[in-house]
Antibody, heavy 124, light 110 residues
Framework: QVTLKESGPALVKPTETLTLTCTFSGFSLNTRGMRVIWIRQPPGKALEWLARIDWDDDKFYSTSLKARLTISKDTSKNQVVLTMTNMDPVDTATYFC????????????????WGQGTVVTVSS | QSALTQPASVSGSPGQSITISCTGTSRDVGSYDLVSWYQHHPGKAPKLMIYETSQRPSGVSNRFSASKSGNTASLTISGLQAEDEADYYCCSYAGSNSYVFGTGTTVTVL
């Protein structure tokens, strides 16, 4: 059974750095083709992809947020960590992590299992 | 990248069919058969309904179908049921290991 769960602070101050952890089970990020992605949804707005990390430690970032994001993995703990620097009130959102669906070792670039999300509010 | 365009809301009566459109560009929807659709009940984890433009994952009702023409993808829900009431989002691979989501559509069952 595949599960993912996001954790992190519910409230951060402007200019602070946000650190979110995605703890997963039911699969391994050591498996060829496996990938995990972070996505966020500001209140009342659309989903936005943020970053992706692959089984081979390749990392990819949203162009608009690349300068502020870092994604990493700890395969021994089954965790993916996202840090976002210089937080601003516009970064207030629900943050999700999700697994990218693979067939064999081939990614189909769709997200088949998601966490329930963690709400992050940026306010002084 | 700009978000893919979806209608803000679509409604239908039980048993009817509805279609949600998802319009992108030649750089995303038009270039790849990698459009996916998600059902989201607020407060819950989004659920994958369609991948690779028209493929249904195991366990998803065959009342959900999808297709693409040019830069526009579409999701059709047939035999609309009360449980289908949710937000729906499309997503497309946009090249260079990037993704773009749609603006979201609220489906209301009248």
């Amino acid at each position: 059974q595949v599960t993912l769960k996001e954790s992190g602070p519910a409230l951060v101050k402007p200019t602070e750095t946000l650190t979110l952890t995605c703890t997963f089970s039911g699969f391994s990020l050591n498996t060829r083709g496996m990938r995990v992605i972070w996505i966020r949804q500001p209140p009342g707005k659309a989903l936005e992809w943020l970053a992706r990390i692959d089984w081979d430690d390749d990392k990819f970032y949203s162009t608009s947020l690349k300068a502020r994001l870092t994604i990493s993995k700890d395969t021994s703990k089954n965790q993916v960590v996202l840090t976002m620097t210089n937080m601003d009130p516009v970064d207030t959102a629900t943050y999700f992590c999700a697994r990218i669906k693979i067939i064999g070792s081939w990614s189909v670039d769709a997200f088949d299992f998601w966490g329930q999300g963690t709400v992050v509010t940026v306010s002084s | 990248q700009s978000a893919l365009t979806q209608p803000a809301s679509v409604s239908g009566s039980p048993g009817q069919s509805i279609t949600i459109s998802c319009t992108g560009t030649s750089r995303d929807v038009g270039s790849y058969d990698l459009v996916s659709w998600y059902q989201h009940h607020p407060g819950k984890a989004p659920k994958l309904m369609i991948y690779e433009t028209s493929q249904r994952p195991s366990g998803v009702s065959n009342r959900f179908s999808a297709s693409k023409s040019g830069n526009t993808a579409s999701l059709t829900i047939s035999g609309l049921q009360a449980e289908d009431e949710a937000d729906y989002y499309c997503c497309s691979y946009a090249g260079s290991n990037s993704y773009v989501f749609g603006t979201g559509t609220t489906v209301t069952v009248l």
